[in-house]
T-cell receptor, first 114, second 109 residues
Framework: EAGVAQSPRYKIIEKRQSVAFWCNPI?????LYWYQQILGQGPKLLIQ????????DSQLPKDRFSAERLKGVDSTLKIQPAKLEDSAVYLCASSLVLYTDTQYFGPGTRLTVL | EDKVVQSPLSLVVHEGDTVTLNCSYEVTNFRSLLWYKQEKKAPTFLFML????IEKKSGRLSSILDKKELSSILNITATQTGDSAIYLCAVEEVYKLSFGAGTTVTVRA
């Protein structure tokens, strides 16, 4: 069974530039999550999708972050414009169902904003 | 407003030692507590605990939940260098998983 795929693995940009990350969840997983993990901290949930609908985006900085999952499968997370404090690893995870189910994480994208 | 607090933040042990990691939480609608191991980038699932007092085991790792004390411990016995990682505790509420900052375990040969 293929795992959660993410790309790119690394990205370095200047502040005020834009960046996009892509995630393809495990086949058949209805729920998809984007997390931000700043060095030395645990992952923080940014947004959660159930199929192509948003379940929770309360911690997504909507003035600069956006995410979509148009066909209920893969997803993109965008930052525009980036700030220095956005430097982090962005993790995508998926699970079969919404409630009480194991989340499987992708390898993450390490973003450095200079 | 930390909901999930892990301790210690880091520890260094020698191969063969036993380690105990702690996780305490304060959430409104508790559903489950999960432990993950994070090496390099992607956290990998270890345990999910929903019932108090029932120990879950997998090889040298075990974990138990105490709902009365709002806490959980993760034990690793006979540690090996491959156990070196960040161990994350997460608490599930309705629709949401909140992570602690993790405990960094370093096992020296």
């Amino acid at each position: 069974e293929a795992g959660v795929a993410q790309s790119p693995r690394y990205k370095i940009i200047e502040k005020r530039q834009s960046v996009a990350f892509w995630c393809n969840p495990i086949s058949g997983h209805a729920t998809l999550y984007w997390y931000q993990q700043i060095l030395g901290q645990g992952p923080k949930l940014l947004i959660q999708f159930q199929n192509n609908g948003v379940v929770d985006d309360s911690q997504l900085p909507k003035d600069r972050f956006s995410a979509e999952r148009l066909k209920g499968v893969d997803s993109t997370l965008k930052i525009q414009p980036a700030k220095l404090e956005d430097s982090a690893v962005y993790l995508c995870a998926s699970s079969l169902v919404l409630y009480t189910d194991t989340q499987y994480f992708g390898p993450g994208t390490r973003l450095t904003v200079l | 407003e930390d909901k999930v607090v892990q301790s210690p933040l880091s520890l260094v042990v020698h191969e063969g030692d036993t380690v105990t990691l702690n996780c305490s939480y304060e959430v409104t609608n508790f559903r489950s507590l999960l432990w993950y191991k994070q090496e390099k980038k992607a956290p990998t699932f270890l345990f999910m605990l929903t019932s108090s007092g029932i120990e879950k085991k997998s090889g040298r790792l075990s974990s138990i939940l105490d709902k009365k004390e709002l806490s959980s411990i993760l034990n690793i016995t006979a540690t090996q260098t491959g156990d070196s990682a960040i161990y994350l505790c997460a608490v599930e509420e309705v629709y949401k998983l909140s992570f602690g900052a993790g405990t960094t375990v370093t096992v020296r040969a």
